[in-house]
């Protein structure tokens, strides 16, 4: 699939805060408009981005709505993610894909806001995996930088392959629905955090029986952060370690000679290097 990228923001665009997942608070929503401003650009909070419905932004219309509103206005050259969490997914088919395409707004967030990464890949537009904007202040600055120079076309590495993909929790949770992202002709971008090593191995050998990794030119892993075992030191009653190391987990899964590039600076610790997708 050919990939085009959204334009290159200009010093003062607009972006708009958005909401898709889990709800934000008005200090949140206050503290991510101040860093967008600090980044050089505007933002925009639109009316409700601070509703809750339980643990989301506002019900599933509400959070569409918004997003839906910022792709269809061709001023808003981004909308920019405030927290992941889970809720992203719930939107995929409330989305205006007519509007997204005709004129594409970058997306920016990573985690849960994985779902919306996909779905901007499978129309072929390219997006921006980088920090939501409430882990901005426990991000290391210059990759922060990085994220708002990346906006501006300036990129300090570029990579020299395609690259698709994310968290991979929520890809697994995509697996067998038309959203799953397309990754003939791309390396596959995944990182996680918080899971168990058997859940880990678990979704790994769903995207080998789906085959996935043939689809795939090869693997670029994240950071897989606070990992556990079943073992009575991560709150287990009984010692019943899993016991195979992230690199393990993935050799045991993918073909022979398969390229995998691990030590990637991107994902749920405090380097989270933008990255673009599907681009």
């Known amino acids: 699939m050919n990939t085009s990228r959204p334009t290159y923001l200009q010093p003062g665009d607009k972006i708009m805060l958005v909401a898709p997942a889990r709800f934000a608070s008005k200090d949140v929503i206050q503290e991510a408009a101040s860093a967008v401003i600090a980044g050089g650009f505007t933002p925009v909070t639109p009316a409700g981005l601070d509703k809750r419905e339980h643990q989301f932004g506002g019900a599933d219309s509400h959070r569409a709505a918004l997003l839906n509103t910022a792709f269809r206005d061709p001023s808003i050259r981004a909308v920019f993610a405030l927290r992941g969490g889970y809720g992203s997914g719930r939107l995929l088919p409330l989305l205006d894909s007519t509007a997204y395409l005709a004129d ?91 899971e168990y090593l058997y859940h880990i191995d678990r979704m790994f050998l769903a995207l080998k029986l789906a085959g996935i990794f043939e689809k795939a030119d090869g693997l670029i892993i994240g950071t897989f952060d ?22 393990e987990i993935i050799s045991t899964h993918v073909p022979s000679g398969y390229p995998v590039k691990y030590n990637n600076p991107m994902g749920h610790g405090e380097r989270n290097y933008p990255l673009v997708l599907g681009g």
């Open 104 to 194: 594409p707004t970058w997306i920016i967030g990573f985690s849960d806001i994985t779902s919306l990464h996909a779905w901007s890949t499978n129309l072929g537009i390219a997006s921006l995996h980088a920090p939501v904007a409430s882990t901005l202040p426990s991000t290391l600055r210059s990759d922060v930088d990085a994220l708002w120079s990346s906006l501006r076309g300036d990129f300090g590495v570029s990579p020299e392959v395609k690259i698709t993909g994310g968290n991979l929790s929520v890809l697994f949770s995509l697996l067998g629905t038309p959203y799953f992202p397309d990754v003939s002709g791309s390396y596959l971008f995944l990182e996680d955090l918080d």
């Open 226 to 247: 606070d990992l556990r075992d079943n073992t009575m030191a991560d709150g287990q009653s009984v010692d019943n370690p899993f016991g195979l190391t992230i690199k």
